[in-house]
């Protein structure tokens, strides 16, 4: 398998492309095609809604000429079918890239030496997709965090979580996002939220976890390499918890992004699709909304 290829393979499955789908770096292509070099542009982008305005400019005064957009390997597909699967259960520009076997097989092992154990996600996104002061937002995710406690089976004390709980909270305000932007309400909602899941004994080993099952959890991320391998496994230990909240609307809630977001369109999938584990709505087994 080429090389370029072979470095997704800490969090794809690479399988298919490197049977099926020659690639190849732009300089090669180049030299590859020389009749081609005064009538392709390469931009350093894949996604045209992530282009700057100036990238954006000139794709536009290159319509002569067809623009192929290289780089960062961003997804060029919607968030919609991003939660479908493709790309990723089914092909998609003719090669299917599902997540990596040996993360899986990491957080399999993890979710049962763990078990039971819960996940917590908020996506909050930019300030300007939330609609409720942060305040409120992180009081209501402890007050459906606790609702999915009891219809679990799980003894709620009134301040606390769960003797003996282990709590996974999966959230881009700890600032592990790119679309994060940190404001002190932000900060303060992060602090809020980690000191009622977590105490004063709270300990960050490598994510954001604590109780029984916090040294299972942390080990599997020690197999993923590199960010994108990271943000992959906290996704898999997410979707594999025995209790999950987050928000499932399709397009986001009050408090932040749900299934209009690609990372939790991959938690949902990944929860139904790889861990056979219910995704049904605020029902024993299944997600709990945020809403």
Known sequence: CSAPKARLADFRNVRDACQRVPMISAAAFRLRYP???DSVAFLPHVATEMLTPADQAKARS???RAVLYVGPWRR???VRAVGNGECTSRPCFGVRLGVAPGLVKAARNASKRASPYTCVQWRSED???VHKPLGRCADDLIHITRRAWQNSDMRVPSRR?????TVLFVSDLHGESDTYAKTQGQL?????LEKYFFGPGRTRRGLAAAGPGAGALAESMVRARGGAARATMEQLLCAAADVVVMCVGRNGCPCGRGLDSGFVSAIYRAR???FSR???TNQKGGIFDFV
């Not at 303060?188 to 809020?192: F, G």
Request: hydrophobic share 30%.
């Open 76 to 78: 060029a597909i919607s």
């Open 272 to 274: 139904r699709e790889i």
């Open 35 to 37: 009749s081609l070099r």
């Open 62 to 64: 290159m319509s002569d």
């Open 127 to 129: 300030p300007h997709r």
């Open 278 to 280: 219910s995704t049904a």
């Open 161 to 165: 979580p769960p003797s003996g709980a």
């Open 188 to 192: 303060t909602a992060r602090r809020h």
